[in-house]
C-alpha cells in the first residue's frame, strides 16, 4: 500500500466500533502525518484503507482532510488514531498539541443540572 510521496503514514488502527457507517467496520485509518520537503504539501489528513477477505487492499479513501490550509501551511498534522470506548476516533496531533474527537451522526450528551 502507498500512502503517497512524503505523506509519513504515522499511527494505524482497525475500525470495529459501530459509531461510523457499516462501511469502514473493519477498516484500516492511518494518521498521515504529511510531507515535510515538498512545495506542494501532501498527507496531512486521515486515510481509510478497505481490505478483500484475504487481506490484501481492495482501496482506499481519504477519511479526514483540513490539516493543510488553502495557503499550503500546516494547521494541523495528524500522528495516531485511537477509538474510544464510545466509537468515536481520537485522533493526536502534535502541531497543536491537540486531540480532535470525531463522531458519526448526532451524539448525545451529558448536560450539567
Known amino acids: 500500500l502507498k500512502t503517497g510521496p512524503h ?29 515535510w520537503n515538498r512545495t506542494k504539501k501532501f498527507g496531512g489528513d486521515i486515510l481509510a484503507v478497505f481490505l478483500n477477505k484475504d487481506g490484501t487492499v481492495k482501496g482506499t479513501e481519504v477519511f479526514i482532510t483540513g490539516f493543510i490550509g488553502p495557503d499550503n501551511n500546516y494547521i494541523g498534522r495528524p500522528v495516531d488514531v485511537l477509538f474510544a470506548k ?5 485522533i493526536s496531533d502534535d502541531y497543536n498539541g491537540a486531540v480532535w474527537r470525531v463522531s458519526y451522526g448526532n451524539q448525545k450528551s451529558a448536560s450539567a443540572k
Open 7 to 35: 505523506s509519513a503514514g504515522l499511527g494505524m488502527r482497525f475500525y470495529t466500533g459501530g459509531n461510523f457507517p457499516t462501511k469502514y467496520k473493519n477498516a484500516i485509518f492511518i494518521a498521515r502525518h504529511g510531507s
Open 86 to 90: 464510545d466509537g468515536s476516533m481520537l
